[in-house]
């Protein structure tokens, strides 16, 4: 049974998100007007994504 962690959220114009967890995953969606793309994580590849992630996006805020 999959667990809802984020419903389909637009996140731009044509693009949105969301993620599940399953039992031993997470799912991880995106999705544009053109393409679409779906990952599964196990829970220490989610922790690790996660942290890389929040690492990106504070070189961005330094950039910006």
Not at 1 to 19: R, Y
Not at 23 to 35: K, M, P, Q, R, Y
């Amino acid at each position: 049974m999959s667990k809802t962690l984020l419903e389909e959220t637009k996140i731009g114009e044509v693009l949105s998100m969301g993620a599940e967890m399953e039992e031993d995953e997470v799912g991880l969606f995106i999705a544009s007007a053109d393409v679409s793309a779906s990952c599964g994580f196990k829970f220490d590849e989610w922790e690790k994504f996660v942290e890389g992630v929040n690492k990106a996006h504070e070189r961005y805020l330094e950039n910006e």
